[in-house]
């Protein structure tokens, strides 16, 4: 079973307000051969911030864990854009320009938007940002 075990779909009445966007989460740090992944598709509100997604996937998506909880970096189109802990709800946004920005302006024209989070463990949020952005 994956790392995502139920399938969550927000519904409202202005379908075509919603963005479907692919999350597929995996464990840092395993060979690709064992990697295992699971997966879900969320279907965001285009005006959401993209704070208020993190929140929605640490709230709906990511496993709960005990005490210290889990550090995940969240990647679109290559790029790290947050690194956040599923237990503390911890976030931190790596571009501040991201912190406020709708999901429409984050997707842009992108058909088929897939954001991929990898698990890194218990990893302090700090560390695992200066690492990412080579401080």
Do not use: H
């Amino acid at each position: 079973m994956g790392i995502f075990n139920k399938r969550e779909m927000y519904k409202n009445k202005k379908d075509n307000n919603f963005l479907r966007i692919k999350i597929a989460a995996f464990r840092a740090g395993i060979s690709d051969s064992n990697m295992r992944q699971g997966s879900a598709v969320i279907n965001a509100d285009e005006e959401w911030s993209f704070n208020e997604f993190i929140k929605i996937i640490i709230q709906k998506y990511c496993p709960k864990v005990a005490d210290k909880g889990a550090t995940w970096i969240l990647v679109y189109q290559d790029k790290s854009l947050a690194v956040f802990n599923s237990g503390s709800g911890n976030i931190n946004i790596i571009n501040d320009k991201l912190i406020n920005i709708s999901m429409k302006e984050l997707i842009g024209n992108d058909n088929a938007p897939q954001i991929f989070l990898y698990y890194i463990g218990e990893k302090a949020i700090e560390e695992s940002t200066k690492t990412m952005i080579g401080i």
